[in-house]
C-alpha cells in the first residue's frame, strides 16, 4: 500500500525540520518535466512495481534543477558522451594474447548491445552468482581475450559500461529477480532497508520515505540507478551506481561495502527492480 | 581520464553569410592546483586546457583564454558568420604543452 | 522515519567538508589578485558601464562545480564596430579570474557559453571591450548550494 506523501511532510514539520530552514522548500515532489533526447522520449515516472512502496517511481532526473536536467537532454551538452566515445575506440582495440577485441565477437555495438543493460544484473551459471556489466565484461576479457581486467572504477570500465548501457538508451530497465535471483533480490531488499551507520539510517528512510524533500539544499529523489554510469557535476566526471552506494553510506557514517562486493550486487539488483518500468537513461547526468 | 577527446558540433551546410552555433567539448579534468591529495595531503599540481581557438580557411573566428576555474570537460559555444565554403580547425591547448585538435568542413550552398 | 536534527545536522556538516575538497574554497597564493585587479587590469582602469552586456547565470547553482553560463553583447560586429574581448571573473572565487573571450569580424555574434566553477554563492561578472576601447558590463548573483549528502 502507497504511504501519504503528505502525512510524512507534516511530521517532518511537526518535528520542526522544515521550519528550521534545514529542508527548504519541503516535499517540492519531482517536477513535471518531460525528458526528451535527441528526440527519444524517456519514460521517466511509472506505476510502482509490486511490493515497493511509493505512489509511483521516479527517474531522478524529475528532482534535479531545469539546469542539471538541460545538460542530459542533448547529448552535445552532456559532459558524458566523450566517454562513450572512447568506449566506442577501446571497443575496436585489440588486447590481451588472444588478439581480439570486443568488436572481433559482438561486431557492431549498437546491434549487439542492444537492450543488455536494461536486464542487468544477471543470473550467471558460470559464476554461480549474478553478473554485473562490469563483471561481465571483465569475464570477456580475462577468459576470452586472455586480457588483464579493468578496476571496477577505471576510465577503461566507464567508458566501456557507458557505451553498453548507451545502446539500451530508452529501453524499460527490465531485470529478472525469480529462480537463482530470488535470493539476491531479497538480500538486496534487506540491506536497502536496514538500519546502518552512526546516524542508524537505511537507504529506504531517504529515497522512499522522504523524497521529494529537501536535505540541507538537496532534493531528494527515490535512488534510481537507471541512469548509471552517470556524470555527477559533484565527481566532476562519471561514476558507476556503487559508487554513488558508496557515497551514500558514508554520509550516513556507516563502514561501506567495496565496489564488486556481493553486497553492493544484490543491492543493485534490488534497486534495478524497484525501477522496472523506467527507460535506461546511460549516461544519465546529476547534481 | 586516459586521453583528452574533443568533441564538435558544427553545422554540415549553412547558406553564405549565415551566422551558425558551433559548440565544443573536451574531455578533461581540469585540476586546479587548489586541490589537495587525500592520502599524501600535497598540492595536486595544476594541469588545465588554458587556451581554445577556432579558425576558418586560416583566420581566427573565436579564442577563449581559460583559468582553472572553467569546469572539467570544458565545453564551449560560440557563433561564426560563415563566407563561404571551407574548414573550422580547432585546437585546445594543455599547460603541458600539448595540443589537441580536430576539424569540421562547411559547405556553402 | 523522520530525520532528527542530529542526523541532518552531521549530514551537513559531512557535506561542507565534501564540497570543499572538491571546489577551490581555500585561497593558496597570498599574491592572488581581487576581482577588481582583474578587471582592472583587463580595462587598463578605465570605467566599465552597465549596459549591452547580457549574462546569463542561474539564479540557483545545484552545484559550485558546473555552473553554466552564456554572455552575448550587443553589437554590429563589423571592421569598425566590434567587440574585441569578454572576461569572465567570479568575485568570490579563490581565484577570480574564469575566461576571456576574444571575437572577431568571422564571430558575427559576440555571444558565447562555456560552465565554471563556483566556489560559493557569489557574483559573477563580464566585462566587454569594444573595439573603440570603451567597455561595458554585467554582472549577476548565483546562489550556490551545498548537497546535503548523496555520495
Given at each position: 500500500?502507497?504511504?501519504?506523501?503528505?502525512?510524512?511532510?507534516?511530521?517532518?514539520?511537526?518535528?520542526?525540520?522544515?521550519?528550521?530552514?534545514v529542508?527548504?522548500?519541503?516535499?517540492?515532489?519531482p517536477?513535471?518535466?518531460?525528458?526528451?533526447?535527441?528526440?527519444q522520449?524517456?519514460?521517466?515516472?511509472?506505476?510502482?512495481?509490486?511490493?515497493?512502496?511509493?505512489?509511483?517511481i521516479?527517474?531522478?532526473?524529475?528532482?534535479?534543477?531545469?539546469?542539471?536536467q538541460?545538460?542530459?537532454?542533448?547529448?552535445?551538452?552532456?559532459?558524458?558522451?566523450?566517454?562513450?566515445?572512447?568506449?566506442?575506440?577501446?571497443?575496436?582495440?585489440?588486447?590481451?594474447?588472444?588478439?581480439?577485441?570486443?568488436?572481433?565477437?559482438?561486431?557492431?555495438?549498437?546491434?549487439?548491445?542492444?537492450?543488455?543493460?536494461?536486464?542487468?544484473?544477471?543470473?550467471?551459471?558460470?559464476?554461480?552468482?549474478?553478473?554485473?556489466?562490469?563483471?561481465?565484461?571483465?569475464?570477456?576479457?580475462?577468459?576470452?581475450?586472455?586480457?588483464?581486467?579493468?578496476?571496477?572504477?577505471?576510465?577503461?570500465?566507464?567508458s566501456?559500461?557507458?557505451?553498453?548501457?548507451?545502446?539500451?538508451?530508452?529501453m524499460?530497465?527490465?531485470?529478472?529477480?525469480?529462480?537463482?535471483?530470488?535470493?539476491?533480490?531479497?538480500?538486496?531488499?534487506?540491506?536497502?532497508?536496514?538500519?546502518v551507520?552512526?546516524?542508524?539510517?537505511?537507504?529506504?528512510?531517504?529515497?522512499?520515505?522522504?523524497?521529494?524533500?529537501?536535505?540541507?539544499?538537496?532534493?531528494?529523489?527515490?535512488?534510481?540507478?537507471?541512469?548509471?554510469?552517470?556524470?555527477?557535476?559533484?565527481?566532476?566526471g562519471?561514476?558507476?551506481?556503487?559508487r554513488?552506494?558508496?557515497?551514500?553510506?558514508?554520509?550516513?557514517?556507516?563502514?561501506?561495502?567495496?565496489?564488486?562486493?556481493?553486497?553492493f550486487?544484490?543491492l543493485?539488483?534490488?534497486?534495478?527492480?524497484?525501477?522496472?518500468?523506467?527507460?535506461?537513461?546511460?549516461p544519465?547526468?546529476?547534481? | 581520464?586516459?586521453?583528452?577527446?574533443?568533441?564538435?558540433?558544427?553545422?554540415?551546410?549553412?547558406?553564405?553569410?549565415?551566422?551558425?552555433?558551433?559548440k565544443?567539448?573536451?574531455?578533461?579534468?581540469?585540476?586546479?592546483?587548489?586541490?589537495?591529495?587525500?592520502k599524501?595531503?600535497?598540492?595536486?599540481?595544476?594541469?588545465?586546457?588554458?587556451?581554445?581557438?577556432?579558425?576558418?580557411?586560416?583566420?581566427?573566428?573565436?579564442?577563449?583564454?581559460?583559468?582553472?576555474?572553467?569546469?572539467?570537460?570544458?565545453?564551449?559555444?560560440?557563433?561564426?558568420?560563415?563566407?563561404?565554403?571551407?574548414?573550422?580547425?580547432?585546437?585546445?591547448t594543455?599547460?603541458?604543452?600539448?595540443?589537441?585538435?580536430?576539424?569540421?568542413?562547411?559547405?556553402?550552398? | 522515519?523522520?530525520?532528527?536534527?542530529?542526523?541532518?545536522?552531521?549530514?551537513?556538516?559531512?557535506?561542507?567538508?565534501?564540497?570543499?575538497?572538491?571546489?577551490?574554497?581555500?585561497?593558496?597564493?597570498?599574491?592572488?589578485?581581487?576581482?577588481?585587479?582583474?578587471?582592472?587590469?583587463?580595462?587598463?582602469?578605465?570605467?566599465?558601464?552597465?549596459?549591452?552586456?547580457?549574462?546569463?547565470?542561474?539564479?540557483?547553482?545545484?552545484?559550485?562545480?558546473?555552473?553554466?553560463?552564456?554572455?552575448?553583447?550587443?553589437?554590429?560586429?563589423?571592421t569598425?564596430?566590434?567587440?574585441?574581448?569578454?572576461?569572465?571573473?567570479?568575485?568570490?572565487?579563490?581565484?577570480?579570474?574564469?575566461?576571456?573571450?576574444?571575437?572577431?569580424?568571422?564571430?558575427?555574434?559576440?555571444?558565447?557559453?562555456?560552465r565554471?566553477?563556483?566556489?560559493?554563492?557569489?557574483?559573477?561578472?563580464?566585462?566587454?571591450?569594444?573595439?573603440?576601447?570603451?567597455?561595458?558590463?554585467?554582472?549577476?548573483?548565483?546562489?550556490?548550494?551545498?548537497?546535503?549528502?548523496?555520495?
Amino acid at each position: 500500500m502507497a504511504k501519504s506523501r503528505n502525512s510524512i511532510a507534516s511530521i517532518l514539520a511537526a518535528a520542526g525540520i522544515v521550519a528550521a530552514g534545514v529542508y527548504g522548500t519541503a516535499s517540492a515532489g519531482p517536477d513535471d518535466n518531460q525528458l526528451i533526447v535527441e528526440g527519444q522520449s524517456m519514460v521517466t515516472e511509472a506505476a510502482a512495481p509490486e511490493g515497493v512502496e511509493v505512489e509511483k517511481i521516479y527517474s531522478g532526473w524529475r528532482f534535479r534543477s531545469s539546469e542539471t536536467q538541460s545538460l542530459q537532454m542533448d547529448d552535445f551538452e552532456n559532459p558524458a558522451m566523450p566517454l562513450v566515445d572512447i568506449g566506442t575506440d577501446i571497443w575496436g582495440t585489440e588486447d590481451g594474447a588472444a588478439g581480439k577485441s570486443c568488436q572481433s565477437c559482438h561486431n557492431d555495438a549498437s546491434d549487439s548491445m542492444k537492450g543488455i543493460r536494461a536486464g542487468y544484473p544477471k543470473w550467471s551459471d558460470k559464476r554461480g552468482k549474478p553478473h554485473t556489466l562490469e563483471t561481465q565484461i571483465n569475464e570477456c576479457r580475462t577468459d576470452r581475450m586472455e586480457a588483464k581486467a579493468w578496476k571496477w572504477e577505471s576510465s577503461e570500465m566507464l567508458s566501456m559500461t557507458a557505451l553498453v548501457g548507451f545502446q539500451s538508451r530508452g529501453m524499460p530497465v527490465n531485470v529478472t529477480t525469480d529462480g537463482p535471483m530470488t535470493k539476491w533480490h531479497d538480500m538486496g531488499k534487506d540491506l536497502y532497508f536496514t538500519r546502518v551507520g552512526q546516524l542508524n539510517m537505511s537507504c529506504a528512510n531517504c529515497h522512499e520515505d522522504n523524497y521529494g524533500n529537501m536535505i540541507r539544499a538537496d532534493h531528494l529523489s527515490q535512488g534510481q540507478i537507471n541512469g548509471f554510469p552517470t556524470y555527477r557535476l559533484k565527481w566532476g566526471g562519471v561514476g558507476s551506481s556503487h559508487r554513488r552506494f558508496k557515497g551514500c553510506m558514508e554520509n550516513i557514517r556507516a563502514v561501506a561495502y567495496k565496489r564488486g562486493s556481493d553486497e553492493f550486487i544484490a543491492l543493485e539488483l534490488y534497486l534495478a527492480s524497484r525501477g522496472q518500468g523506467l527507460s535506461v537513461e546511460t549516461p544519465a547526468v546529476r547534481n | 581520464m586516459a586521453k583528452s577527446k574533443p568533441r564538435v558540433k558544427v553545422p554540415k551546410t549553412a547558406k553564405a553569410g549565415e551566422i551558425i552555433t558551433i559548440k565544443t567539448l573536451i574531455s578533461h579534468k581540469m585540476e586546479t592546483g587548489l586541490r589537495k591529495d587525500k592520502k599524501s595531503g600535497e598540492l595536486i599540481p595544476r594541469k588545465i586546457i588554458n587556451h581554445f581557438k577556432a579558425e576558418f580557411n586560416g583566420t581566427t573566428v573565436f579564442e577563449t583564454v581559460m583559468e582553472p576555474a572553467v569546469s572539467s570537460n570544458p565545453y564551449i559555444q560560440f557563433k561564426m558568420k560563415v563566407p563561404e565554403s571551407g574548414e573550422v580547425v580547432f585546437t585546445w591547448t594543455d599547460d603541458d604543452g600539448s595540443k589537441y585538435t580536430t576539424k569540421k568542413k562547411i559547405k556553402v550552398g | 522515519m523522520r530525520l532528527n536534527r542530529r542526523q541532518v545536522l552531521i549530514l551537513g556538516a559531512g557535506a561542507t567538508a565534501v564540497a570543499a575538497a572538491g571546489v577551490p574554497t581555500m585561497s593558496i597564493a597570498a599574491d592572488d589578485p581581487t576581482a577588481q585587479q582583474v578587471i582592472d587590469k583587463f580595462t587598463g582602469g578605465a570605467a566599465a558601464t552597465s549596459g549591452r552586456v547580457d549574462l546569463g547565470t542561474p539564479e540557483i547553482a545545484e552545484n559550485g562545480n558546473t555552473v553554466p553560463i552564456q554572455v552575448s553583447v550587443e553589437s554590429p560586429m563589423t571592421t569598425d564596430d566590434h567587440v574585441a574581448e569578454v572576461l569572465i571573473v567570479a568575485d568570490g572565487n579563490p581565484r577570480p579570474d574564469v575566461a576571456v573571450f576574444k571575437f572577431t569580424e568571422l564571430s558575427g555574434e559576440a555571444a558565447a557559453s562555456t560552465r565554471i566553477r563556483l566556489a560559493k554563492t557569489q557574483n559573477v561578472i563580464a566585462v566587454a571591450k569594444m573595439s573603440d576601447g570603451s567597455f561595458f558590463m554585467a554582472k549577476n548573483a548565483v546562489k550556490v548550494t551545498i548537497g546535503g549528502c548523496g555520495g
